[in-house]
């Protein structure tokens, strides 16, 4: 199901889902159980040539002048964004671009030399391929981990049968 977070849990708490994959939930309905599958991190990444890969490390003013493609404005990670810019007083100017199609976000990356902040599980499989490649940037703490969300009283034995794969999976 690829509606937003919101639609998720509101389904969930009428009993249409039984089970949701999702980022932990900061509270949680009364009767569910959150168990985390996966943890996650914050990764600033670029495409394999991109010239900041060269530096040991950088510094967030060092960003500034570098074209960022953008999450959108709702999410975690432009939050992450702004933060990692506040002790600079300001946000980069060039952010011609805002999503959250993996696809758009590759192809930018490559075509304009730019920069995007992403969560780790999103590109773990294009970076581990060499596609793209993580800046040597100090971040913010770990990401809220990826689990599912369940109902304590599941009774539905396919249901049941994933939970238990996916718990042992993790």
């Known amino acids: 199901v690829g509606d937003s977070r919101h639609v998720l849990l509101g389904r969930f708490a009428e009993h249409t889902l039984d089970i949701v994959l999702l980022r932990e939930p900061s509270t949680l309905a009364s009767g569910a159980r959150f168990v985390p599958l996966m943890a996650d991190r914050i990764a600033a990444i670029a495409a394999p040539d991109h010239p900041l890969l060269r530096r040991r490390e950088l510094m967030p003013e060092q960003l500034l002048d570098q074209t960022w493609v953008l999450p959108p404005l709702d999410t975690l990670m432009h ?84 939970s238990e794969f996916l718990e042992v999976g993790a």
């Not at 993996?102 to 999103?122: E, F, K, T």
């Not at 590109?123 to 940037?137: C, K, N, P, Q, S």
């Not at 770990?142 to 599912?148: E, F, K, S, T, Y």
């Open 79 to 162: 939050s992450a964004f702004e933060h990692l810019f506040e002790p600079c007083g300001r946000l980069p100017a060039r952010t011609p671009l805002i999503t959250r199609s993996l696809r758009m976000l590759l192809a930018y990356l490559r075509a304009q030399r730019a920069l995007g902040l992403v969560p780790y599980s999103y590109v773990r499989y294009f970076v581990e391929a060499g596609l793209l490649h993580t800046l040597r940037l100090r971040l913010a703490d770990a990401l809220p981990p990826i689990g599912m969300l369940l109902n304590e009283a599941q009774h539905k034995r396919g249901a049941l049968l994933l």
